[in-house]
């Protein structure tokens, strides 16, 4: 049975700091690439940061550069997003993305950050 559970979401003030965590299951985890994805309170979907299997290329969404850092251990199953200087507006549900070419699609159910004074 695949899963994904992602953890760490919270409440922070804004310019804080929050790391997101990942651990997969249900799948050879290695052989495909990781992505964060963010959901704002009635706003689409839209992709965070993507880190690939090898080599391990990272992309970000142009509004969270240089404050966001995805990475992964294979070891552990498991991907993070550490995110620092957090604004308002990075306030949204934030989901993790497993995805293999002409393989299957996994979506894990979501972990909520809320940035506030």
């Known amino acids: 049975q695949v899963q994904l559970v992602e953890s760490g979401g919270g409440l922070v003030q804004p310019g804080g700091s929050l790391k997101l965590s990942c651990a997969a299951s249900g799948f050879t985890f290695s052989s495909y690439a990781m992505s964060w994805y963010r959901q704002p309170p009635g706003k689409e979907r839209e992709l965070v940061a993507t880190?690939?299997?090898?080599?391990?290329?990272?992309n970000y969404v142009d509004s969270v550069k240089g404050r966001f850092t995805i990475s992964r251990d294979n070891a552990k199953n498991t991907v993070y997003l550490q995110m620092n200087s957090l604004k308002p507006e990075d306030t949204a549900v934030y989901y993790c993305n497993a995805r293999r070419s002409g393989w299957n699609n996994y979506w894990g159910q979501g972990t909520q950050v809320t940035v506030s004074s």
């Open positions: 880190i690939t299997v090898t080599p391990r290329n990272t």
